[in-house]
């Protein structure tokens, strides 16, 4: 297809189609249609805004890293539901820094990003210069236990889809 007027982005068009299809309530021809311009346009328009593509090397794997997150993320939330509700048990607030693997911009942006969304825990600051991520975690028994869990649940599969 032709980079200059075909879907520069065809992960992200995919993306741009399915939310605009849930936004609209109902599939019809009209929110088809509709969808599918913005699909095309605003990747299009953006296109000089954005990095190289990611090169992925196992796509279909972010369907199972997504699955994991949004089960983590319900999980974390009991959690932190729990805690705030115990009176009787003080959190254990903690700045960690977590040592990277990962070298893609974008999967550290992946990671960061997860660890964000986690309930509990917030991505602070990235140390280029050292490979570290700072992560401030709300309730932490043991830093290096922390630190075993990101790099399983979450570094090991990003390594798999990025080189």
């Known amino acids: ?6 879907f520069p982005r065809p992960y992200l068009s995919l993306v741009l189609f399915l939310v605009w299809q849930l936004l ?24 000089g805004l954005w990095p190289d593509n990611p090169p992925f090397r196992k796509p279909w794997r972010m369907l199972a890293y997504l699955l994991r997150v949004i089960q983590d993320i319900i999980v974390a939330n009991f959690s932190v539901a729990a805690l705030v509700l115990n009176f009787r048990r003080k959190p254990r607030p903690a700045f960690i ?3 990277l693997t990962l070298t893609h911009p974008m999967a550290i942006s992946i990671l960061a990003s997860t660890i964000s969304l986690t309930p509990g825990t917030v991505s602070a600051d990235i140390n280029d210069a050292e490979s570290k991520l ?3 975690a ?10 075993e ?13 990025f080189p």
């Open 1 to 6: 297809m032709n980079q200059k007027f075909g």
């Open 24 to 47: 609209a309530g109902e599939v019809s021809g009209a929110s088809v249609v509709m969808g599918l311009i913005l699909a095309w346009l605003l990747p299009l328009l953006t296109r």
């Open 97 to 99: 820094n977590y040592p």
């Open 134 to 136: 700072l992560i401030h």
């Open 138 to 147: 709300l309730d932490v028994d043991d830093d290096q236990a922390l630190i």
């Open 149 to 161: 869990a990101i790099r399983e649940r979450y570094e090991k599969p990003l390594q798999e889809m």
